[in-house]
């Protein structure tokens, strides 16, 4: 009999030696699916701070025409289209990573995941350099 | 609780782990997987509407009245709202809870986040009603 337990859902990633934060950076007995978890955590957290941010700036809406579109001007600088390149990495990772552990979750494509991580990396890619483009030539 | 048949391609409730762990589902878990579906649609759509189709990629004072100014618009941006403020919150507690707290800390913390939740969103509709006023 292999030795197994029960891990807590969403915690299937993180390494097996090392359970809670500590184990995020635990490269012991660490795949693929491994650093995909600790990736999937972290650019998580950076979206939800990025939300957060976003819910704050958004508030410039209610103060009227020129406090918001005195923000519009600045967020067409170059330091904010690369933020923007870095939100839209964090929301296609963790957007299309996430579809692999849904379905995995749901007893779904297990034997395939993988093939499947590395086939949803590859759109996830094309998208982010189309993304990049679009930003940085049309705005 | 041992597991001797190991990973059970195909039946809800399990999962392969890369340690060849079984992991059950929890309710969290499962309003996390429904609510990342429904935010992977919408963030979709938002970014689409409110970034890639607009001169500039961000909608000027006047631009962003007249859009809200459509209630389709309006309950999709609504329901965006609820949906990644539910799914983000509820990672974050999923995040906090790997650090071990008591049964006592982690009921806190979900009420807490709760409290949040219905802050971010009334918040949001205020905005939203704000902005509409303009129109």
Redesign the interface.
Known sequence: MSEQSVVKRGTEGASPRRRGIAGWGDPRGRRLGGWAFILNRLTGLGVLAYLFLHLIVLSLLARGPSAWDGFVSIAASPLFLCFDVVLIFGLLFHGLNGIRVTLVGFGLVVDRQRAMFVALMIIGAIALVVAAIHIFTVG | ????E?????????????????????W??IL??VS??L??VL?TLH?IANH?VV????????D?VAYLSDPVVVVLEVCFLVV??WH?LL??R??L????FSPRAETAITRVFAVLGVA?VA??LW?TW??TSYH
């Open positions: 609780m041992a597991q001797s190991g990973p059970t391609p195909g039946r809800i409730g399990t999962t392969w782990t890369p340690s060849g762990e079984v992991a059950r589902p929890t969290g878990w996390q997987a990342g579906a935010v992977l963030v970014m890639f001169a500039g990629g961000l909608r000027d004072f006047a962003v990644v403020t983000g990672g974050l999923a995040v809870f790997d650090f071990g971010i918040y949001g905005l704000t902005i």
